[in-house]
Nanobody
Framework: QVQLVESGGGSVQAGGSLRLSCAAS????????MGWFRQAPGKEREFVSV????????YYADSVKGRCTISRDNAKNTVYLQMNSLKPDDTAVYYC????????????????WGQGTQVTVSS
């Protein structure tokens, strides 16, 4: 079955960096756009970033633009989210998700989801 497994979360101080990874299995990775979403305590899950099947197209939420970089390695079936200049507002559970042959920020359309990885940023 399809599995998306996130890793790389943790606790950092404001201004620090983290690189999240999401390893996919059970699907033809190159046929899927991959997205990152996050859910902060007491808030709805929101879009962070998405990357196209080939990696040639990327989009970012305004809240992370200029601080985060999404990338993928199709040979390793893995997508990454490099997060720099972290702020306390970035504290959330981060989820990766896969969508077949579509590039969208609409989380309702995604086909598969990981279990999430916690990111905590202290001031």
């Amino acid at each position: 079955q399809v599995q998306l497994v996130e890793s790389g979360g943790g606790s950092v101080q404001a201004g620090g960096s983290l690189r999240l990874s999401c390893a996919a299995s059970g699907l033809n990775f190159g046929d899927y756009s991959m997205g990152w979403f996050r859910q902060a305590p007491g808030k709805e899950r929101e879009f962070v970033s998405v990357i196209s099947m080939s990696g040639g197209g990327t989009y970012y939420a305004d809240s992370v633009k200029g601080r985060c970089t999404i990338s993928r390695d199709n040979a390793k079936n893995t997508v990454y989210l490099q997060m720099n200049s972290l702020k306390p507002d970035d504290t959330a559970v981060y989820y990766c998700a896969a969508i077949l042959r579509t590039l969208t920020t609409n989380q309702a359309l995604y086909d598969y989801w990981g279990q999430g990885t916690q990111v905590t940023v202290s001031s």
